[in-house]
């Protein structure tokens, strides 16, 4: 018994300490990002366009461009990734193929960005002719989180207790009656967060808005969704990496980094506040 005890406080200690190895990680990180960056942010810096071939100005084009891109990703992807995970929990009839396509979705979702950035340069950049633009780019990332948020919709419909839907049914309700007033109610909590915080992951990613639309440096913002972009990702990248004079773009990037930081943490918690509210609706 004593050994037992002994064996159980060192493996509490162990996940201690796991945790706070991960929260000092994040809050060195976080300090070294807002020493660098919080000096840099002001009206100017946010509402004005890039000057002296991004040595200096704003970032306005780079942030208008990041929202663009989620909006529509978000508009392509939510609705596809939703409507799939309902057919495959509660429509499909269990199967082979069945089990062939949730096996897909699984193996989707671990597969690189750099192999989604290709396959949206070969698809709809040279095969449909759409080009290096807005659209090219939010459609590759849409496919690269379809998968993602397939998953986490279908583990939130899982989640679901199963007589949910025999008491529905029961009463006359349809199948899609059954789905729509009584399962999606309480699935949507978990169907949002994840779907959201699948877009918070491809605001950040460069490598497929590289081969499909994001352009480093533009004078002007893009008058359709069929013109290239700026994007925070994209320009964060190239200054860090490629700029001629790294001392005096540092604090533009520290900027940029703090902003796009500033995007991602306002998405979670977006999807915080969904959850939370639909948890106290509906009461589970």
Known sequence: MKWKTIK????????????????????ILLFYILSGGIGKISWEFLTNFPT?????????????GTLSLMTLTMLIALPLGIFSAIYLVEYAKPGRFTNAIRLAVHNLAGVPSIVYGLVGLGLFVVFLGLGLSLVSAALTLAIMVLPIIIASSQEALRAVPQNIREGALALGSTKWET??????????????????????????????????????????????????????????????????????????????????????????????????????????
């Open 52 to 64: 002296n071939g991004m040595m200096s100005g704003g970032i306005f084009p780079m942030i208008l």
């Open 8 to 27: 159980e406080h060192i493996i509490y200690s162990l996940l201690r300490l796991s945790g706070l190895f991960i929260v000092c990680t994040l809050a």
């Open 179 to 284: 789905t729509c007033h009584h399962v999606l109610p309480y699935a949507l909590p978990g169907m949002l967060t994840g779907s959201i915080l699948a877009l918070s992951r491809a605001a950040g990613e460069t490598a497929p808005i590289i081969m499909t639309g994001a352009a480093f440096y533009m004078t002007h913002l893009p008058s359709s969704i069929f013109d290239e972009f700026m994007a925070l990702p994209y320009s964060i990248y190239t200054l860090a990496t490629q700029s001629s004079n790294a001392e005096a773009t540092r604090p533009t990037v520290f900027g940029a980094i703090l902003v796009l930081l500033l995007i991602v943490l306002c998405m979670n918690l977006v999807a915080i506040i969904v959850r939370n509210y639909y948890r106290r609706k509906y009461r589970w």
